[in-house]
């Protein structure tokens, strides 16, 4: 007996193409004109919107959103709850020639939570649990989680709160509107809300 | 009786989706793997190139062009006579998360005649009427009418015509070679020519 | 007797759309969602990725990859090895109104092995041999041969080789790890590989 590849609970749009051998998680929902190629893995709660292509390499926790135009090389992997606004663009090869392959793409690796937005230009780093890259960035080192950066190339600004409001630190604390609590060590913001998960 | 949502002058590429309960005007023409979904109304005589993408929430004026790979999010207005450059990416929520949903999204409003270039990103603002949006600007801030708005982020460099020819002010005035002529009055720029529609 | 358009060595995905009229030379590829219009003509062992677009009046040399996402207008021309990275837009109108159409289209001429990074902006200009334009950079001006630019508006940090790795110019001459030779000459880089072809 054969596990299917498609959970029977997602939803596939009719000019959705999966490919065989892609798998998608329960209540995903893949899009018009999304292509996911054989060997993905895609988790549960997700939505690939429109024109969103997925190479075989790639691997996608529960809860993740990918806007409309994105595209996601072999080499990257999103942790659960990871958002990637529209016309985020990733890379993995920093220094491409038309007919070069490499034995080994260049990784990204997208932590839990964080946000990529819109338009973004992401070079193969990792982007920090819970960190934003704003709108238009052109990220080409890793970012720490809760960062916020900006900018190209993309410089840390301030830092977020997990509901993605800016903190403003006292001292080495800050309290966050929505209820979270923060601590900030040296370069390293950690999160101390007593009842977070 | 029912009106029909898509008028029979426009023209419907065989590779588009336009949805049932979308609006298309006369003579508007959309092309492969563009998507209309529920809702949208789009105006008379545009043009939704391949891969554009218009939510339900949606409106856009007469005489529009949407180039290649653009995707309008609920919340977005174009006025009349707008042009969106090629791969010009839009947003609605300046701090998402993933499975977050607003109650309301953040609004764009593109005024009359206003130009975005190519792969310019723009956060949730107003661009003012003829103004123009330079390539790959990054734009988090309301835009004025007649504007050359450039950068990331994107900051205004001079003043252009209806033409989109750069203006050359004398004081308080300037004629394009075109004909036309404007007025500068502080940090607003109107047009002054006598037979202007 | 007709000359066949498509090369019936050259491979389209049952997603691809190549209009009757448009070129494809011998195992070049075209993926799934790409649409390439009448007249257009595309090289030998080309790449076409998904969701590529390519107009009728454009001109693809030999083994010229594009990546997915990538929009080509009327006015460009890549010879041969050029890479195009994910989602680079490419303009062919410096002040672009909608309606107004241009008795003829600005140009844009990517030399022979150029790369153009994932997410650039490149106006009307001449991309060098060998040039390297960086992710996420906006190209305003023409990039000489060999140069490195990034940033918005883009600038030349650096000059590179061949095999895309940064040059160490001693003096007027640079040797690189793969055994190429280049020499500086004001503003010029030229290989001077013994044996280059």
Redesign the interface.
Known sequence: MQIPDVDPRAFLHP?A?VDPGARVGARTRVW??A?VLPGAAVGT?GNL???V?VEGGVRLGD???V???V?L?DGLTAED???I???A???NDR??????RRAEWDRTLLRR?C?I???A?I?PVTVGEWA?VA??A?VTRSVPAFALVL???ARRTAW?C????RLAFEGALASCACGRTYRLDGDTVSETTADGD
């Open positions: 000019q193409l018009a004109y292509h709660d919107c429109d024109h292509f809860r993740v959103t806007k409309s135009g595209f090389w709850d990871v958002f606004g529209p016309a663009v990733f890379t220094t491409p020639r038309s007919g070069v939570g946000s937005g819109a338009n230009t070079l934003l709108a238009g052109v900018g190209n190339p977020v997990r509901c993605a409001e």
